[in-house]
């Protein structure tokens, strides 16, 4: 596909003797021509002729029948209406599209179903699986996310009939998706939230930027936790589904993905203890042995508006954590006594105070009893061993 | 000399049908307790799925240390109320010669000292282990009712002091499980006296010989000195 410069200089001169009027950056004051099926036959026929030398041109070649669906769709006024009498506009902007991921496809490529130029009835939706679950000679090869989607949330959705539910192009567009390391994509990291996710599921979203993962609290740096991060991308699955990300006794992995790595906490002047006190208190040790009951992170914290303890909206912080603790499911009846104290306690850190010195104490008064039972235990066996032997002989 | 074939009465019935309920409540208390304690090892993981979960776990441990606590109100209520079982306490107390005698124990086993003291009815080692385990049992109970009901007894303290409860709950009970699984069963399992086990927990019974050897005290003063 790199090597295109020759053919395309053959090409050019072919279409400057097809359509001597047409220039490449008005593609839309093509006059209107029809071109019959003998011509499309003899033109597949030249290229064949043509063989190994324009095979490395094929995409090329293809732009030549884009200029025909140009005719139509590179207007645009061009619009239809559809069953439900509402007109669409069937205008595809081009350079937009040739500055897509797809940009060196041609129409033909997705809308397999075009077996004649115009094509009089409307084409079917693409189906991207075509390419990008099968995958390609070029470009996309096999790739899971076509199966995630399958068993997405999204997808379930879709089967039962809502089709407010997204499919691929829902989220990823048409004609203009681009590379989601481009800064412009809506799969970009900082775009999914507002650009993708967002625009349904509205109330997650402002939740979201409110919080302490939003952007306003981490201006443009890239390691914020956006929906996908939690979520995942293709394969979102409800919160019930115990194969979701976020069911309750997975969403603890979800978090310590950043709050269980100390180089990441570093950076915003925290450490990891919360992740280890959890896991060394019953909360979670019952998580971890997949009771789904009990309080996970997202419990105490919140889900999408999570925020920081000394705000007063905050869940966690000190006015509001009886009423977080004494959810009917947990604590019902928990007093003001519930905020008193340290919350995520460690006791094999020293900052828990008098837990600790208790703790550590108890450790080595076991040692020490163990050690002298043993001691003990060692002479008394010895003795009664000999005492034995004697009265034998 | 004593006959060996002639026995004496060492534990009542209902003796013996407490230390049953005592052991067993406590075999299972530790084993649900002490999983949770250790939840990271491959064993404790392994046992707690056998468990029925770390919830239903939790409802054995209850259910256990009601057990336990019943049989703890039955003891007191008996040293009350029971002639026998208030003698039984009354030899448990702790007398003068006792302290001396762990130290004389330990010389006798490293042969600086030819004679064991002679012991009365309950030696050093047993009452030791007696109030062990009494002053656990008091202990564990208190704790694990305050864990048992922390949202009624946080009404009253801070968080904080539900945290050392925990603590002290936790290693309190690996105290006593070593103190009980370590010394008390090899007493009674390993000891070469005894060994494979000492039968008294079942008959209650000890012969003469061995009251004699043991108890000398407790021997002279029931049959004289013979």
Redesign the interface.
Known sequence: MTDTKAPSFIYLRWLRRQSPRRTSSTPASLPPRGLGLLRTVTWYLTALVVGAFLLSAIPFAAHAQERRCLLCHGKKDFRAKDAAGKEHSLYVDETIFRGSAHGKLSCVDCHLDTMELPHGKKLKQVNCGDCHYRGRTFGQGPAIEYLLYRDSVHAKERQKGNMKAPDCASCHGTHDILSRTDIHSRGYKLNIPEQMCGRCHTKELADWKASVHGPTAHKGDLNLPVCTNCHTEHGIRRVADPGSTVYATNIVEMCIKCHGDFSIMQRYGKNTEEVESYYESFHGVATKFGEKNIAHCASCHGYHLILARDNPASSINPERLPATCGQPKCHPGATANFAKGKVHVNPKSRESGIIYWVALGFKWLTITVLIVLFIHIFLDFLRKVQERRKRGA | MANKDEYIQRFTVSERITHILLFSSLIILSITGLT?KY?ESALA?WI?KMEG???FRGKIHRLAALILMGTFAYHILSIIFSRRAHGFFQDMIFRKGDLSCFAA??K????FQKELPAFDRFTCIEKFQYWAVGIAVVLLSASGLVLWG???F???????????NH??HS??A??GF??LV??HL?NVH????VFPMSKVWLTGKVSKEELKRDHPLEYERRFGND
């Open positions: 949770l939840h993981q707690i979960g770390v919830l124990i330990f006798y086993n490293l042969g922390e949202t009624l946080m009404m009253v303290f801070p968080k904080w002091t539900i945290d050392l603590i002290i290693f309190e690996t105290v070593v103190v370590v010394w090899y390993l000891n070469p006296r």
